[in-house]
Each structure stands twice: as C-alpha cells, then as structure tokens.
DNA sequence: TCACTGTTATACAAGTTATAGAACAGACCA
DNA sequence: TGGTCTGTTCTATAACTTGTATAACAGTGA
C-alpha cells in the first residue's frame, strides 16, 4: 500500500491520511485486523510532524474504523464486510453525498454519467487483493 | 426558496451558502437567469457579515456557476440543462467522490446500499418546478 | 441628489493547522 | 535491570482561515 501526501494542497495534511486509509480499507488493502504503522514511524515516512499523524488516527478511531492500544499500535478496526452501516452515519453520509450530486449535476453531468462514475468507483473496491 | 444556515456546525457558513445554492440548482429551484439577493440583503437576512455572503458568491462565480454584475447584480450562470461538464471538474469531482463512496464502503453500505441512496438524490433534482 | 449595488482595503478576534519539544507509563527485548 | 519503542498528554508557537467590523469608491437607477 503506497500512500502519498500533498503538503501544499487544500486538503489538510491529517485528513488527506484519513482519507487515504478509509480508501484503503474500501479496496480491501487494509482489512480488519491490519495493523498501521505507529504514529511516530509514518510521520518520519512522509516528513511531517508525528502529531498530525496522530489527529489522522484519532479521526479513524472516533469513526470506529481504527481499534488504538498501547498493546497492539493501531489496528484497522472494520472493513468492508464487518456488518451493517449504523442509521446516524447513513443519514448524515447522505447528505453530504446530496452535496457532492448536486455539484456534479449543476456543473453539467448528466444522471447517467454520475452513476456510471459511481459504478465504476464501486468496482474498484473490495476486490479483496492489493499490495501491502 | 427557503435556505437555512447553521451558524454553529462545523462547515463554515460560506461553504455552506454556497453548497445550498449548488443544490437549489441542481433541484431545478434556480435556473439560468435567475437573479440572487445582494450580498448585503442576503447577509442582513440571515444576521451575518456580508463579506460572508461575498464569500460564499465568489466561489460560486469561479465555479462558473453565478455571473456577478454592478449592473445586473448575482445572476445563475448555469443550470443542469446548460452543457457538458468541463473533463478538468469530472476529474476532479470524481477523486471526491471516490473518498465518498470509500468511506460509505468503509462503514458498512453495500455497493446497491449506494447506488440507491444516489438514485434516491439524484431522483429529487431536475423536477423544474420549486418555491422561490 | 439619494439610495443601492459590487468591489476593494484594512483591521481584529477566534479558531484551525502544523510544527516542536517535553514528559510519562506500558510493552518488549537483550 | 536497562534501553528502546509505543501511545498519550501537555504546552507553546507560527501561519493560516473564518467571521466580523468599518470604511471608502464607483457605477446604477429612481
């Protein structure tokens, strides 16, 4: 699994590894029970401060998807096939996905187009083998 | 046309003025032509800065989707039904989505979960006639 | 003229982001 | 035992973002 951060984008560092780790765990390259790097090791990885490193963690474990002991380091806590979505998390996802369609749909793709995005990012997901 | 805005959540207001009007156009509420408050009508209404309200429109005009006149004043620029979409915003539309869809995946909502939540959203938008 | 508009500039308080250094305690290994 | 690594917590700082506040200017239209 290579992940890669862009320091001078938009997106705030710890949140770009947030999202990288919610991908991999969508793809099936993280499953439920791999463990992660420690804190302190991913942050000389990628030149950056081993704090944002840890807001990273704190937000996947806050989303349930990272089980965090002194023990075990971080540990992916779900994945794809853990069990059902919790009804708080749907309603708050769909509407945030009513945002994201509503932007694609103004800036003129069409219905088709968009689910034929969505279809084909779906595909690439739980396709159970990637490198680690 | 009813917006609100929550003051208080952890989207800041701008973003969130710009995301209500992205989706009233989407819904079909606004189309070309239509005329938006000025910045300083809209921004006593809802008992913020104007700047604010500035803000939140000068996104929306480098998004291409408001044209922003002394003359005319804030006026949509696009609809759903003005032309294809630019392939520099598809491309990037579509690595948002792709973080979207991962984290739904992530936590637990199967690939039809998905795909009927946007034909569900995607079903709301486009129905030509909304309050103004 | 007068009121309204968009636009621009400056300033400030509060919060966020990223970095930095320090300290503590549990786990592990030699 | 001693040393090292780990997560965790605390403080501090610089840079940036967010939202508010004033002020000023120029084009528009009644």
Redesign the pocket.
């Known amino acids: 699994m290579i992940i890669e951060v862009d ?1 001078d984008g938009d997106v ?4 770009q590894l947030r999202d990288r780790v919610v991908e991999a765990i969508a793809t099936g390259a993280l499953k439920e029970g791999s463990p992660l790097p ?4 991913l942050a000389t990885d990628f ?6 490193v ?2 990273a ?2 937000l996947l474990r806050r989303q349930r998807l990272l089980r ?4 075990s ?2 540990v992916v806590s779900r994945d794809a096939s853990s069990g059902p979505a919790e009804p708080e998390f749907v309603a708050d996802w769909t509407g945030r996905a009513t945002t994201l369609l509503a932007e694609a749909t103004a800036r003129g793709l069409t219905r088709d187009d968009i689910l034929d995005i969505c279809r084909t990012v779906l595909a690439t997901f739980g396709e159970e083998s990637e490198e680690s």
């Open positions: 320091p705030p560092i710890y949140q420690s804190t302190r090791a030149g950056i401060n081993f704090h944002t840890n807001k963690y704190d965090i002991n002194r023990k380091g971080a």
